[in-house]
């Protein structure tokens, strides 16, 4: 089936340093990627909407400047968080699908990405 | 605005018992619903999908009915082992409006005890 790989899985850093995660797709080109971030123990809340070649698409609150997206392949995506912050950390996991083959298709979700700010 | 609703867990039960997880929608269009397992420290993995009313989507003895009627599409499964023990999440998608983002439900924690 499809898979998307997702790195770093886990990421410790010193606050103000930028931490970027990249996001494949490894069987099937991904026209659409999406970010989500995870709090513990809630939903996933979507943080931007990329398609290939293009700006990506902020959800309201989310701050285009801390987390920079960049969709430059049909099989790659990264999430660059600038000057990171304690208050950024959180689970990152980005997932992806191929809308070509249809209005239907699923999305397929990487691992996450575990980033902790000290 | 589109939403999803799941019932709030933990839900926990022994093993062998009967699951339901309930699930409700609201949404403008014609959405797609789908069912995603996360297990612990990992992502979200599709566990089944439907995509018109009526379809009912089903993997590894796990099912989900889409029922316009009642805007539902509750999971359910037979016998529970404890390797379902996971967050089951609940998620619609509206491509024709939103370029098929997901929204999703808040989640539900299950517990299956041996």
């Known amino acids: 089936g499809a898979v998307v790989s997702q790195h770093p899985s886990w990421v410790i850093c010193k606050s103000g340093t930028s931490v970027k995660i990249e996001c494949r797709s490894l069987?099937?080109?991904?026209?659409?990627m999406f970010w989500y971030r995870q709090f513990p123990k809630q939903s996933l809340m979507l943080m931007a909407t990329?398609?290939?070649?293009?700006?990506?698409?902020?959800e309201q609150g989310v701050e285009k400047d801390k987390f920079l997206i960049n969709h430059a392949s049909l099989t790659l995506s990264t999430l660059t968080v600038t000057s990171a912050h304690p208050e950024d950390s959180s689970f990152y996991i980005c997932?992806?699908?191929?809308?070509?083959?249809?209005?239907?298709?699923?999305?397929?979700f990487g691992d996450g990405t575990r980033l902790s700010i000290l | 605005g589109d939403s999803v609703t799941q019932m709030e867990g933990p839900v926990t039960l022994s093993e062998e018992a009967f699951l339901t997880i309930n699930c409700t929608y609201t949404?403008?269009?014609?959405?797609?619903l789908f069912w995603y397992v996360q297990y612990p420290g990992e992502g979200l993995q599709l566990l089944l999908k439907?995509?018109?009313?009526?379809d009912k989507g089903s993997n590894k003895g796990f099912e989900a009915t889409y029922r316009k009627e009642t805007t539902s599409f509750h999971l359910e499964k037979g016998s529970v082992q404890v390797s379902d023990s996971a967050v089951y999440f609940c998620?619609?998608?509206?491509?024709?409006?939103?370029?098929?983002?997901?929204?999703f439900g808040q989640g539900t924690e299950l517990s299956v005890k041996p």
């Open positions: 949404a403008t269009g014609y959405p797609s």
């Open positions: 069987d099937f080109q991904a026209t659409t």
């Open positions: 439907a995509t018109k009313a009526d």
């Open positions: 998620a619609l998608s509206v491509f024709y409006n939103q370029g098929g983002k997901l929204i």
């Open positions: 997932s992806a699908r191929d809308g070509r083959l249809g209005s239907n298709q699923p999305q397929h």
């Open positions: 990329s398609n290939e070649g293009s700006k990506a698409t902020y």
